[in-house]
């Protein structure tokens, strides 16, 4: 981590903790990306930087922008979230998408009119952090 000033505001530039879809689900952790984000985000107990791959979640969100996701803040209806499902895998998949939950299962909806609403039962639903700040990389 390493200060830096981009126009007038103060900045952190740090590592990405990796990527995640903003589509089909997927994580991958090997991401070597630094990015510039406000010091009120520079906890790693608080906070993840997560690369955003795919275009499900545009134009609010773009295949390359980074989100600042608020570890252990559960989202609430309709909020963006870093969504973490049961897969296959022993680390389990993560997409980004506005999240709603409906008793029994979740909605996972796009921003993008072209990409489909996913439904998943609650159960295969690990967690739904909220995204609270997206960066797009300079």
Do not use: W
């Not at 103060?10 to 994580?27: Q, R, V, Y």
């Not at 090997?30 to 930087?49: A, C, G, K, N, Y």
């Not at 979230?81 to 895998?89: F, P």
């Amino acid at each position: 981590i390493s200060a830096c000033l981009v126009g007038s505001e103060m900045c952190i530039e740090t590592d990405a903790d990796g990527a995640s879809a903003a589509g089909t689900p997927l994580f991958d952790s090997t991401i070597e990306h630094r990015v510039h984000v406000s010091p009120r985000f520079s906890d790693p107990e608080r906070f993840l930087l997560i690369e955003v791959r795919g275009n499900s979640m545009e134009p609010d969100i773009s295949d390359g922008d980074f989100v600042v996701v608020a570890r252990y803040t559960q989202a609430e209806q309709g909020n963006i979230a870093l969504v973490h499902l049961e897969a296959d895998n022993p680390d389990g998949e993560y997409t980004i998408k506005k999240f709603y939950h409906y008793g029994d299962h979740a909605e996972l909806r796009s921003i993008n009119p072209e990409c489909p609403t996913m439904v998943y039962p609650i159960a295969s639903v690990i967690s739904a952090e909220k995204v609270v700040d997206i960066i797009t990389p300079d």
